[in-house]
């Protein structure tokens, strides 16, 4: 995972200092990359210990390994002059053309019909998202109706609390986060005591979660740089892909129970 994915994944932890550092790391990321971390902050303007404890937040073990995901990123990205050459609908329409294009390379089919086929056999679904992810929760859900399957949401942290009180063998929970970060440790606890089985479609990847999940679906995060007269960066819907996935896995599940 390179460092654009990981500050999208982040994104909303980030302060107001780990964006604009940020920020310019996607612009010019050679101002770490062929400097000390002295030097660095007195280009960007900040300290080398704001950097470090942004190299800690995105997860990197400390600045030579944050500096390793820059050249891999600035390998990647194309020129900053044919970038700005682009207007703004372009910029966002080859974004989400990226993202498709690496979403159908991460999908698995093999996945897909194990998901498809746990989710057309299950009598009890939860589907879950909290915050914005709620709204890709709902639109599952209404996606499982139109294949007269019921299937309930959970889009609130008090509700996520009580299902976790409640769970047994039968159930399934399909989540969808885009951090899979600690607000879901209560009731990942409370499943896998019960034998209850997981499916988390997430943006990052979590070791702790795969272990105990039936299935761990990881999508490509939908950050980028439109270049804002701001300067600050612009995040891009991550619930997009939640969607495109929550459309291709609904027609594998029409498959098994048409």
Same mark, same amino acid.
């Given at each position: ?33 062929? +400097? ?144 899979? +970060? ?42 980028? +740089? ?33």
């Amino acid at each position: 995972m390179n460092f654009k994915e990981r500050i999208s994944i982040q994104f909303t932890n980030l302060t107001k200092t780990d964006k604009k550092i940020s920020n310019i790391l996607l612009k010019h990321p050679d101002y770490l990359i062929d +400097n000390s971390a002295q030097e660095a902050a007195e280009i960007i303007g900040t300290s080398p210990a704001a950097l470090v404890r942004l190299a800690k937040k995105m997860g990197y073990k400390g600045l030579a390994d944050f500096k390793i995901s820059l050249e891999d990123y600035a390998g990647q990205e194309p020129s900053r002059e044919d970038y700005l050459e682009k207007p703004l609908i372009t910029k966002v329409i080859d974004n989400y053309r990226d993202n498709l294009h690496l979403l159908e390379q991460q999908l698995d089919e093999g996945q897909l019909d194990r998901i498809s086929d746990i989710l057309a056999k299950a009598q009890h679904i939860k589907i879950l998202g909290i915050g914005s992810s709620g709204l890709a929760a709902e639109q599952m859900v209404y996606f499982l109706l139109y294949q007269d399957k019921y299937t309930e949401s959970v889009t609130s942290k008090t509700k996520m609390y009580y299902l976790s009180r409640s769970l047994t063998k039968e159930d399934v929970l399909l989540i969808y986060s885009v951090s899979a +970060n600690k607000d879901y440790d209560e009731l990942l606890a409370a499943a896998k005591k019960a034998g209850a089985q997981l499916i988390m479609v997430t943006m990052n990847s979590q070791d702790k979660i795969r272990e105990i999940a039936a299935e761990f679906v990881l999508l490509p995060s939908n950050l980028t +740089n439109l270049g804002s007269a701001s300067g600050e960066i612009y995040q891009l819907d991550n619930r997009s892909l939640f969607s495109v996935f929550s459309e291709i896995l609904a027609a594998y599940i029409h498959k098994k129970v048409k």
